[in-house]
C-alpha cells in the first residue's frame, strides 16, 4: 500500500500542475527580454492606450488588474488602414492575455474605467522577440 501511494505521489509531481507562474495561457517559454510594470489611474469613464510595436514573431504578455471590475479593454491595431480588434473584455477586474500580431503595426492597450470612482490598474507586460514598448498615447 505504501508503495502504491508513493507511486501515486511522484506521478502527481511529475505531472506538475500550478507552477507557480504567473503566464498566461499560450505565453512564449523563456525569460521575456524586458518587462514593463507600470500604474496607471484613470479617471472615471476616461480610456488611456498604451502603443506595443511589433509583428508576427514577436509577443507581448499582458497583465492587468484593476481594483473593481469594471474594467473595459481590447488590443486593436490599424496594420491595414483600418481598425482591427485582436481581443477584448468588458467590466472585467483582471486580464492576463498573450498577443501575437497578426501583421507589423502598432498595436494598442486601450483600458477604460468603467467605474463610478477612479481607479489604479497595474500593468506588466513582458516583451518577446523584437516587441517594442512606446509609451503611452496622449
Given amino acids: 500500500m505504501r508503495d ?3 507511486l501515486c505521489a511522484s506521478m502527481l509531481v511529475a505531472c506538475g500542475g500550478d507552477d507557480g507562474s504567473t503566464l498566461p495561457d499560450g505565453a512564449p517559454p ?11 489611474q484613470l479617471l472615471v469613464g476616461e480610456i488611456a ?5 511589433g509583428g508576427p514573431d ?19 491595431g490599424h496594420a491595414s488602414g483600418e481598425t482591427t480588434t485582436v481581443e477584448e473584455g468588458f467590466d472585467v477586474m483582471s486580464v492576463h492575455y498573450t498577443l501575437t500580431p497578426p501583421a507589423p503595426a ?7 474605467n468603467r467605474d463610478t470612482a477612479p481607479m489604479t490598474v497595474q500593468i ?9 514598448w512606446s509609451g503611452w498615447q496622449l
Wanted: avoid cysteine; proline fraction near 4%; aromatic fraction near 10%.
Fill in 30 to 40: 523563456g525569460t521575456p527580454r524586458e518587462v514593463i510594470t507600470e500604474s496607471k
Fill in 106 to 112: 502598432d498595436w494598442f492597450l486601450l483600458l477604460r
Fill in 4 to 6: 502504491a501511494w508513493m
Fill in 58 to 76: 514577436d509577443r507581448a504578455v499582458i497583465s492587468v488588474t484593476a481594483p473593481a471590475a469594471k474594467l473595459d479593454w481590447n488590443i486593436h
Fill in 49 to 53: 492606450e498604451a502603443i506595443l510595436v
Fill in 124 to 132: 506588466e507586460i513582458g516583451l518577446y522577440g523584437d516587441m517594442q
